[in-house]
């Protein structure tokens, strides 16, 4: 078990339904990064936030994932991002957890955009997915999950809270407050990472990834509108100790998701 965890966070601009152009560009900023555990990714990170999912989805065995092994092979870190995935005849927006040994977990989109159509386009995710990851319980979710809190209620099952995303420059006060306020009720490191830039639709996005720590404070953000990285550290250690000071998780009230 690692008690420290160092995670890279990449906020870019991205191609417009343009898979190979995305990936080398991805690929040429990795090459990059210094050493670290989990290179993140942002939401539909090959195409942008499309909605032609006919024309855009790759198979789960499709040139995206496969890279995705590649470069977790030879960075010696986890790759972590979303794709349009074509499965069974459903489409999906689905992350991928993969580590250099192998795929670790996938996680569907739960809680699809209806502003942007993605309902109409999109199957529902049903399961709540728990990634281990050398040692660390992490929770993945996406984007539009960020609003729903009782989704990413902290049972005392996870350590690290993961949310990539195409998230739109107007609610930029919303996904850095929501961001603050998952690592406060949940006790847990929170990672954001978005996209910036214009989209093929004309949508502009805001950028601010951030790095949260249990209590809420910035680790570390990327600003507005900027294309950017960084790679930080952070300690299980610290955040159990925390817990064991403050210990509000015994009183949260119990729930069923239905």
Known sequence: MAEKLTISLIQSDLYWED???NRKKFESII???PETD???LPELFTTGFTMDVKNNSEGIEGPSVVWMHDMAKKNAAAMCGSLIIEDGGNYYNRLFFISPDGLLGTYD??????MGDEHMNYTTGRQRVIIDYKGWRVLPQICYDLRFPVWSRNRGDYDLYIN?????????????TLLAARAIENQCYV???NRVGIDGTGLDHCGNTMLADYKGRTIKSIPY????HFTETIDLKEQNAFKERFPAYLDADEFKIT
């Open 191 to 193: 990672v954001g990472l």
């Open 225 to 228: 509108g900027e294309e950017g």
């Open 19 to 21: 898979p190979k152009s």
């Open 38 to 40: 989990i290179i993140l």
């Open 31 to 33: 090459n990059k990064l």
């Open 164 to 176: 990539v995303a195409n998230w739109p420059a107007s609610r930029q006060h919303i996904w850095t």
């Open 109 to 114: 989109k739960r809680h699809l955009f209806r």
